[in-house]
C-alpha cells in the first residue's frame, strides 16, 4: 500500500510533496483520490496540530473524517460533498469538526478536482484551513452589531441628513423617526416642508431662524423645540447640527441629531411647577405670590394704580384638623381653593401662604373709582372679601360632614397704607388678626395711621405667662326675666388684668388662646373658678344659676362633659344651675359631632345655650335637632332694632323660631329701656345688657342683690 500511495503521490503530485509551502500553511492540504471511496493520498502534517489527529491515522481512517464533524453540520456537509463528487464542481465548506479532546475547530474547506490530459478526473487537492479565530470574531462582530443596532434604534433620537439649500429636503432620517413622531422615513424624506409643519406654533419662527441662519453661517448650531407627533402628542427636542460643505465650498449637507428631550423637559417643567405651586391646593404658592406681588407694584408706580393685598386666615381650621384629622382638613383646604378662585376675577392671583392661610392679590386697580366716592382700590378690595365671605356661607361637604367655616380677611392697598411688598402684607397680616377679634367672617382694612402696639408675637407671650400663672378673673353679668327684670341668673365672663391697671377683654385673647392651645387650661380654670365662687356666694344665702362660655375647641375636649361634672360637684354644685354657652359657628363647624356631645352635656343635667345667635349659618333642621334650652340673639340685632327694619323683624323671627323648638329666647346687649320694651313686647324672656349691668366683679353681684333682692332694676319697665 505504501508503495502504492507513493507511486501514486509521484506521478500525480510532484508539485506538492516535500514543499516547505504545503507543510507549513496554518491549514491542512490534502489529496484524496477520486475514487468512491476518496481514498486519501496525502495529508500535511499540521492535521496533527489542528486536529489533534496523527496524519497516519488520519490517512489510514477516510470515515474518520465524516465522524468528526459536528452532529449539526454533518448532514449538510455530507451533502455538498457527494454533489461535488457528483458534479466534479470544486468543494467549499464551512463546518465544525469535534477533536478528540473534545475541542471544535471551525474549517473553511476548500477542495478542486484535477483531471489529467484527457479530462479524466484524477484526485482531489484540497485545503482545510482553521478558522475558528476568524469565526469567533466573526460571532463576537455580529453580536456587537446586533447590540449596536438596538442600541442605536432604542436610542431617542433621530439622526438626519439635508440638503444644505433652501429646499431643506431631507436625504436620510433614521427609523426612530417612526417611534417617535409617528411618520416614516420616507414620508419624512418625501415631503420637505412635514418638519416645518409638524413644529409646534410657539416654537415654529425661532425653529426655523436657527435653522436658516445655522445653514447659512455654515457652522454648527443647536437648539431646542417641540414637535407635535402624529398622534397630536408633543415632543421636546434638542437639535444639533452640524453643516458639512459641498464640493464648490459651499454648504452641501446639513447632519444632525433630533435627541428627544421630552421626559427631562416635563421633569423641568414640573420641577418649576412645583418651586412655584402649592402641592395640596395646586395654588401659587408664596414665592409665585411674592414674585408677581413685585412686578404689579413696579406697574402701579409707572401708572398709578393700586394693589391690594388680601389676608384670608380661616377661622377655625384647627377645629376641624383637630376633631376630623388631618385629611379632612386637607379636603377643607382644596375646596376652599376652589372657592376662592370662584369668588375672585380671573386676573387676581388666590395663593396659599401656607396653612390655613391664603393670600389674594388685586392688581392694576384704578385709584379713582366712577361708581363710587373714595379711593377705587379699597372699593374693590373690599367687594373682593365680601364676595369671599358670601363663598363661604354654603357649607362643605367633607367625608359625609357638613363643615361651616369663617375666615377673617385682612386688607392692605398700595399706595394708601404701604409703599412696599413687605409692609404690604404684614399690614394684611395684621388686620387679619384684628379681624379675627371682632369675630368670624369679618374683614378689616389696614390703615396707615393705626399703630397696632399689641403685636402678635408680643401678645403670645404675655399670654403663655398668663397661663401659668392663671392670672385672670371673672366678671359676671346678671341674666334677667325681660317681663319684670328679676335677676334669674349670670353669665361668667373672663378678664385678663394688666399690670397697669386695667382689664384685656375675652376677645383680644380668647382666639389667640385657642390657635395657641392655651384654651384648654384657661377653660379649667373657669370652670374650677365658677365652682369656687358659687361655693362662697352660698356661704354668703346666695344660690344662682351660672352660665359659662366654651370656645371651639373646648368642646372637642376628651371626656369633657364628665371633668365639668367632676369639677363642679367638687365645689357642691349641681350641673342643673350651670348653662354651657357655645357660639353658633362653633356648633355648625361639624353638627354631628357637636349634637354628640351636646346630648352627652344634656344628659349630665347642664342646660345648654346657642350663643351670639343669627351670626353663623345654621341649619334650622340641625337645630331642632340639639337639645338646646336657650338661644342667645346676638348683640349685633339689639343694637339696630331701632333704626334698622330688618334687624326688628330679625329679631321677631328668632323668638318666635326659638318659642317653636321649645327654647328660651335671650336677647344680649340690651343697653337702652327702648330695646328693653321692644324685645318685652315681642315675648322676649329672657336678657343681659348694660341697661341691667355690666359685666361686674362677684362681690358686686352679691353687694346688688344686697341691695335690691333679685330685681335687678328697681322699677323695670315701669319706670
Ligand atoms: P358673649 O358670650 O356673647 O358675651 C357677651 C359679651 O357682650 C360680653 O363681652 C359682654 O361684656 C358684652 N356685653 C354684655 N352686655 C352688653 C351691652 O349691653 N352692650 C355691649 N356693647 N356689650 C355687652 P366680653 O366680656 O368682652 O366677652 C366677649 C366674648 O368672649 C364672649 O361673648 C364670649 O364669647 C367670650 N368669652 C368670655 N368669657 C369667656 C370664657 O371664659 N371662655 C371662653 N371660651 N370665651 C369667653
Ligand atoms: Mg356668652
Ligand atoms: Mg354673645
Not at 384638623?321 to 369668588?343: I, T, Y
Amino acid at each position: 500500500m505504501t508503495s502504492d500511495r507513493n507511486h501514486l503521490l509521484e506521478e500525480h503530485l510532484p508539485e506538492l510533496t516535500g514543499t516547505a509551502l504545503v507543510e507549513h500553511l496554518p491549514g491542512i492540504v490534502y489529496v484524496d483520490a477520486a475514487d468512491d471511496v476518496q481514498t486519501n493520498l496525502y495529508t500535511s502534517p499540521q492535521v496533527e496540530a489542528i486536529l489533534g489527529v496523527p496524519p497516519e491515522r488520519w490517512r489510514s481512517d477516510r470515515e474518520g473524517w465524516a465522524s468528526m464533524v459536528h452532529p449539526d453540520d454533518r448532514e449538510r456537509v455530507l451533502a455538498e460533498s457527494r454533489r461535488a463528487q457528483e458534479t466534479g464542481e470544486p468543494f467549499v465548506s464551512e463546518y465544525r469538526l469535534v477533536r478528540p479532546d473534545g475541542r471544535i475547530v471551525w474549517i473553511r474547506d476548500h477542495a478542486v478536482l484535477m483531471r489529467d490530459d484527457r479530462g479524466r478526473p484524477r484526485c482531489w487537492q484540497g485545503v482545510m484551513f482553521d478558522v475558528t479565530d476568524l469565526k469567533e470574531t466573526e460571532q463576537r462582530l455580529h453580536e456587537a452589531e446586533q447590540r449596536y443596532r438596538a442600541l442605536v434604534e432604542d436610542l431617542p433620537a433621530i439622526v438626519y441628513v439635508d440638503l444644505a439649500d433652501e429646499s431643506m429636503a431631507t436625504i436620510f432620517v433614521s427609523p426612530q423617526i417612526e417611534r417617535i413622531l409617528g411618520v416614516t422615513p420616507q414620508e419624512y424624506i418625501d415631503d420637505p416642508d412635514l418638519w416645518a409643519r409638524m413644529l409646534h406654533p410657539d416654537d415654529r419662527e425661532r425653529a426655523l431662524q436657527t435653522y436658516v441662519r445655522g445653514r447659512e453661517a455654515g457652522r454648527p448650531f443647536s437648539y431646542e423645540y417641540r414637535l407635535i407627533a402624529r398622534d397630536g402628542r408633543v415632543v421636546w427636542f434638542r437639535d444639533s447640527a452640524v453643516v458639512l460643505p459641498g464640493s464648490d465650498g459651499r454648504p452641501g449637507l446639513i447632519q444632525g441629531v433630533m435627541l428627544d428631550i421630552t421626559e427631562r423637559k416635563e421633569a423641568e417643567e414640573q420641577a418649576a411647577f412645583l418651586a412655584y405651586h402649592d402641592s395640596l391646593t395646586e395654588l401659587p404658592n408664596k414665592a409665585m405670590f411674592d414674585d408677581l406681588l413685585e412686578r404689579a407694584l413696579a406697574r402701579a408706580r409707572r401708572h398709578d394704580l393700586g394693589v391690594a393685598v388680601l389676608y384670608v386666615d380661616l377661622d377655625n381650621f384647627k377645629l376641624v384638623n383637630d376633631s376630623l384629622g388631618h385629611e379632612a382638613g386637607d379636603a377643607l383646604l382644596v375646596q376652599l381653593a376652589d372657592r376662592l378662585q370662584e369668588a375672585t376675577r380671573e386676573t387676581d392671583l388666590v395663593a396659599r401662604q401656607g396653612g390655613d392661610e391664603f393670600l389674594l392679590l388685586l392688581a392694576d386697580l384704578e385709584r379713582s373709582s366712577p361708581l363710587a366716592e373714595g379711593d377705587g382700590a379699597t372699593i374693590v378690595a373690599g367687594s373682593v372679601a365680601d364676595r369671599v365671605q358670601r363663598a363661604l356661607e354654603a357649607p362643605f361637604l367633607i367625608d359625609g360632614h357638613e363643615l361651616y367655616v369663617t375666615a377673617s380677611i385682612g386688607i392692605s392697598v398700595f399706595p394708601n397704607d404701604a409703599q412696599d411688598a413687605a409692609s404690604l402684607l404684614k399690614n394684611a397680616d395684621t388686620a387679619a388678626y384684628r379681624a379675627k377679634r371682632a369675630g368670624p367672617g369679618a374683614y378689616v382694612l389696614h390703615r396707615a395711621d393705626e399703630q397696632d402696639a399689641l403685636t402678635k408675637l408680643s401678645l403670645s407671650t404675655r399670654l403663655r405667662k398668663a397661663v401659668e400663672q392663671r392670672a385672670w378673673m371673672l366678671h359676671y353679668q346678671p341674666i334677667v326675666d325681660l317681663a319684670d327684670g328679676r335677676m334669674v341668673g349670670v353669665e361668667a365672663l373672663i378678664r385678663w388684668p394688666e399690670p397697669g391697671g386695667g382689664l384685656v377683654p375675652p376677645g383680644e385673647f380668647i382666639p389667640l388662646a385657642e390657635e395657641m392651645g392655651l384654651i384648654e387650661a384657661i377653660g379649667d380654670w373657669v370652670v374650677e373658678e365658677i365652682s369656687r365662687q358659687d361655693a362662697s356666694w352660698r356661704d354668703e344665702g346666695l344660690t344662682l344659676d351660672v352660665g359659662f362660655n366654651l370656645s371651639p375647641r373646648q368642646l372637642w375636649q376628651e371626656d369633657l362633659a364628665e371633668r365639668l361634672v367632676t369639677t363642679l360637684r367638687a365645689g357642691g354644685m349641681d350641673p342643673s344651675r350651670v348653662t354651657v354657652e357655645i357660639t353658633e359657628s362653633t356648633a355648625m363647624t361639624d353638627p354631628d359631632r357637636t349634637l354628640e356631645i351636646l346630648r352627652d352635656l344634656h344628659g349630665r343635667g347642664f342646660r345648654l345655650a346657642i350663643d351670639d345667635f343669627g351670626t353663623g349659618y345654621s341649619s334650622l333642621a340641625r337645630l331642632r335637632h340639639m337639645p338646646v334650652d336657650v338661644l342667645k340673639i346676638d348683640r349685633a340685632f339689639i343694637r339696630e332694632v331701632h333704626t334698622d327694619r330688618q334687624s326688628a323683624s330679625m329679631v321677631s323671627a328668632i323668638i318666635a323660631l326659638a318659642q317653636n323648638l321649645g327654647m328660651q329666647a335671650l336677647a344680649e346687649g340690651i343697653e337702652t329701656l327702648e330695646e328693653w320694651r321692644f324685645l318685652a313686647d315681642r315675648g322676649c324672656p329672657l336678657g343681659q345688657g348694660y341697661v341691667f349691668s355690666r359685666p361686674v366683679p362677684a362681690h358686686e353681684i352679691l353687694a346688688l342683690v344686697r341691695r335690691s333682692g333679685m330685681r335687678v332694676l328697681p322699677g323695670g319697665l315701669a319706670g
